[in-house]
Structure formats: C-alpha cells, structure tokens
C-alpha cells in the first residue's frame, strides 16, 4: 500500500511542526517554500561579517508539549533560555540566529525552496517553476492574504462561514533595520519595548549571543510600518535611525540592511488552531490561529498533523 502523500505550503514553524509529525507516522512529505530558506519570520540576516536576527526577537514557551520540544533543543544546544531579570516569562532564543530552529526542524524533511506554488486543481499543486506536485492532503501555513489570492486563482470555493473566518484575520506590517556598529556604546540590555515613537523594539544581537560586533535590530512601530509600508526603504532606515540617536550614537554605525515584513504579526487571528475545508482535503494553519506567536504556530502544525493522523 503506497503512503499518503501529504504537500505542505510554507517551511515556517506550522509547517515544519505538522511535516515533522506526519513524516514520523510513515507520511510521504513534501514541504514547498518560496523563499531561499526556511522558517519564514524566523529569519536571521547574515551581513558584513555579522548578524541579526530581524523578525520574531525570541519566545516563551507555556504549553508541555512545546516545552518539551524546546528542553530537546536546548539540550542539542540549538536554543537556548535569555534571562532578563525584569520580566518574569523566561525568554529563549537561538544562539545561531532564530532561524537555527526551523533549520534544525527541517532536518531529515523533503523541503524544495524557491518553490512558489500559484495554481491547484484536482489534488496536484502547479508551481511558478512548472513542476507540479501531487497530494492526498494539503496544508497551507502561510499569510492568510497569500492563501486567499490562491484560492482565488484556483477556483477554489470556500463555504460562507469558511470565507468569515479567513477574511476575519488581520495582519500588521513592519520595517526591520539591521545596523551593525563599529563599536558597542549603547545602553541597550535585554531588549527595549518603546512607546510613542517610530520605533517599538530595540536590541543588540550580541547580547543575545549571535555575533561578536554589536549589531542592532530596530522594528519600526505598527502606526509608523503602516503609514510608510510603500515608502522608499532608505528614507524608512534613515528616519527610524535616527529615531533610537538618545540610545545609539548614530555615527558609528558602520552598514545597515532594511527588510520589510509585510505580513509581520497577526493582530487579529482565528480562535481555532487551524480551519479545514468542507469541500476540499485542505488545510490550513499557522501563527494566525489560536495564540499566535512561535508556540501558536508550533501548535497549529501539531493539530492539524493529529488531525490527520
């Protein structure tokens, strides 16, 4: 008997999580990304001999099954717990960057990258490079916009309280900048949440442990990432540098990338983990169900694996 052939949309945490699952049930699967790596906002940039990481900051961890996750990579030292003493959630980042766990999630996974799916009809999955994959289920974990527009350009019909749910999730946006420093004079520990400015986050990625050079990431505020989504990156990078000048001496910064996260929080998200179709084998899941956040998104791919299950 041939093994259920199971195609998974996007190498983020629900994805990796639910293939992770499937594939130790005896579950052919596929896992298909478009971007150049794995783990969608759990992204780390690499440049001038740093790096940073420029999406999800860090995680907590509350339910079991994810703790339990977690102490088996800490323990294979892939993750690892960032105490701030005024907070009282423990915090756990990656040494390597946020993007070692997905890549230590993917491993031993069937994951094509540059691979971006645009068409699905009658149980196979047409992507923009002309190969197509075939399935028995399919789970989709990306941004719900991305989802809907591919629905809409596969004909796919969704049931009424289906379309409800689905247009009922919001997402925010924000501009990241990433600047390394020619040396380290800031004041910046554990990380700073601010309010009423461009910017809501500042923090030094070497005190989280990624590199030797100071190098900071800023996120830009949900009211200035919305007003400015489609201005020019170098005007944001400038206006949001010189938004933290009281914290950082502008002058010694050395480089500096921009990254702009259209789809970088769900704001408003689905109360269930993940929504199956009535009408069709398809699934969908990710930090846009449930609690949201990393241990959402690990959650959402945990359930809708058991689902299938």
């Given at each position: 008997m041939s093994k259920q052939?199971?195609?998974?949309?996007?190498?983020?945490?629900?994805?990796?999580?639910?293939?992770?699952?499937?594939?130790?049930?005896?579950?052919?699967?596929?896992?298909?990304?478009?971007?150049?790596?794995?783990?969608?906002?759990?992204?780390?940039?690499?440049?001038?001999?740093?790096?940073?990481?420029?999406?999800?900051?860090?995680f907590s961890v509350k339910s079991a099954i994810f703790q339990e996750f977690i102490d088996d990579?800490?323990?294979?030292?892939?993750?690892?717990?960032?105490?701030?003493?005024?907070?009282?959630?423990?915090?756990?980042?990656?040494?390597?960057?946020?993007?070692?766990?997905?890549?230590?999630m993917a491993q031993g996974l069937d994951v094509k990258l540059t691979e971006k799916i645009?068409?699905?009809?009658?149980?196979?999955?047409?992507?923009?490079?002309?190969?197509?994959?075939?399935?028995?289920?399919?789970?989709?974990s990306a941004p719900i916009p991305q989802v809907l527009q591919l629905f809409e350009d596969s004909d796919i019909l969704l049931e009424e309280e289906e379309k409800n749910i689905l247009n009922s999730i919001q997402y925010d946006p924000c501009w990241a900048v990433m600047a390394k420093l020619k040396y380290s004079d800031s004041t910046i520990t554990g990380g700073r949440i601010l309010e009423n400015s461009p910017v809501s986050w500042i923090v030094?990625?070497?005190?989280?442990?990624?590199?030797?050079h100071p190098t900071l990431?800023?996120?830009?505020?949900?009211?200035?990432?919305q007003s400015h989504l489609e201005e020019n990156a170098e005007k944001v990078a400038s206006e949001l540098i010189a938004s933290v000048s009281?914290?950082?001496?502008?002058?010694?910064?050395?480089?500096?990338?921009?990254?702009r996260w259209r789809y970088a929080l769900a704001s408003k998200r689905a109360s269930g983990t993940f929504l199956q179709l009535k009408n069709y084998p398809i699934?969908?899941?990710g930090d846009a169900f449930g609690i949201g956040n990393v241990e959402g998104a690990f959650l959402s791919g945990q359930a809708i694996a058991q689902a299938i299950c």
């Open positions: 052939k199971i195609l998974i949309i996007g190498a983020g945490i629900a994805g990796l999580r639910a293939g992770q699952v499937l594939a130790q049930d005896s579950f052919a699967v596929t896992i298909v990304d478009k971007g150049r790596g794995v783990g969608g906002r759990m992204a780390t940039r690499r440049f001038a001999d740093t790096k940073a990481d420029h999406g999800a900051q860090y990579a800490v323990q294979k030292q892939v993750v690892k717990s960032w105490k701030v003493t005024d907070r009282t959630h423990l915090r756990y980042v990656c040494p390597d960057g946020m993007n070692a766990l997905p890549k230590f645009v068409r699905i009809a009658h149980g196979i999955a047409f992507a923009e490079s002309g190969e197509q994959y075939d399935f028995d289920q399919l789970i989709i030094d990625n070497a005190e989280k442990g990624l590199t030797e990431t800023i996120h830009a505020s949900v009211d200035y990432s009281d914290m950082v001496n502008v002058e010694q910064i050395d480089t500096y990338q921009i990254h699934y969908i899941g």
